[in-house]
């Protein structure tokens, strides 16, 4: 994995905020970034995991270190000097849904020269959230981290993440981007996937990665494939799972799947098997974060 990794200011209010007032609630400090969380659950998921991320020379980054370490996460960071560690206030709404404020900081301090070839060496699959393509120097260096990652023959999987930046620039913008990057894997939101796609069907992120996944919470996922001439698409379903915060959800399933296509392919399984049972593990990832306590970070 390479990008972010950040500490989240969680603000749960247990009710409607009033305005100009005060209202109950939980303020938490957890580790964040969501490059950082699909490695976690890699690793929590029994495959071999490493985080390419940059963080400043402060508490935040040395706890944020110590918390993938613990995860049994190997990190490859960049300490970045005068600038702070990257941080994301999470507004969590009483039904779950989320808001996000982003003050970067050091997390987009990444460069290309930052990067070693012998990192990705012994490499199935080097992950990336869209946030890993954009800024700069981080952009430049996700951008060579791809180039470093096919040259050592692994697969590169990019998460769509994020809809504000990602179209920052514009829809054509963010096509051109994905084109250039050609991942073998793409993850989006139903939401992502149509606003990168204007009025064209979601299987148009075909016309981007031979395998794309639409997640769609609750309502399971859509998986696309391209096999040969002919395209692939299933629905796969999962059970609802009640939480009162749903961050990581989507980096969890990224996980999954990407562990569970793995161990599929290695089993020898089908192109269609291989896919459902990566989605099934998806699920299954996303439904263990969303009942898992995230724990308090220490910041010493």
């Known amino acids: ?13 247990d009710r ?41 020379r402060d508490a935040a980054g040395r706890a944020l270190l110590d918390a993938v370490r613990e ?16 941080r994301i206030g999470v507004l969590v709404a009483p039904g779950g849904e989320r808001s996000f ?7 987009d301090a990444l460069a290309p020269g930052d990067l070693r070839a012998a990192w990705f060496r012994a490499a199935d699959a080097l992950h990336l959230p869209a946030y890993s393509l954009l800024g700069e120097p981080l952009g430049s260096a996700g951008r060579r981290a791809v180039t470093l990652a096919r040259d050592a023959g692994a697969m590169v999987s990019v998460d769509l993440a994020s809809i504000v ?37 979601v ?29 692939l698409r299933f629905e796969v379903a999962t059970q ?3 939480a009162t915060d749903s ?20 089993a020898g399984r089908s192109l269609p098997a291989s896919l459902q049972r990566a989605a099934l593990a998806g699920h299954r990832a996303a439904a263990r974060q969303l009942t898992t306590p995230r724990a308090e970070l220490t910041l010493a």
């Open 203 to 231: 299987d148009g992120l075909l016309d981007l990665a031979p395998t794309a996944v639409i997640k769609r919470g609750a309502k399971g996922a859509t998986v696309l494939a391209r096999e040969g001439t002919e395209r």
């Open 71 to 86: 995860d049994d996460v190997m990190p490859r960071a960049m300490r970045v000097a005068g600038a702070r560690t990257g």
């Open 16 to 56: 409607v905020l009033e305005t100009g007032s005060d209202v109950p609630g939980r303020v938490s400090l957890l580790q964040g970034g969501s490059a950082a969380n699909t490695a976690r659950w890699v690793a929590r998921l029994g495959a071999r995991s490493s985080l390419i991320c940059a963080v400043g």
């Open 247 to 266: 961050t990581g959800a989507g980096d969890a399933f990224d996980a999954g799947f990407l562990v569970g296509w793995f161990a599929a392919r290695a």
């Open 165 to 201: 930046p990602l179209l920052a620039d514009g829809r054509r913008a963010a096509r051109a981007l994905m084109e250039a990057v050609a991942p073998d894997l793409l993850f989006a939101t139903a939401a992502e996937a149509e606003a990168l796609l204007g009025r064209h069907a």
């Open 1 to 13: 994995m390479l990008g972010d990794l950040m500490l989240d200011v969680v603000i749960a209010p």
């Open 101 to 107: 404020v982003a003050d970067r900081g050091a997390a």
């Open 240 to 242: 609802h799972v009640p």
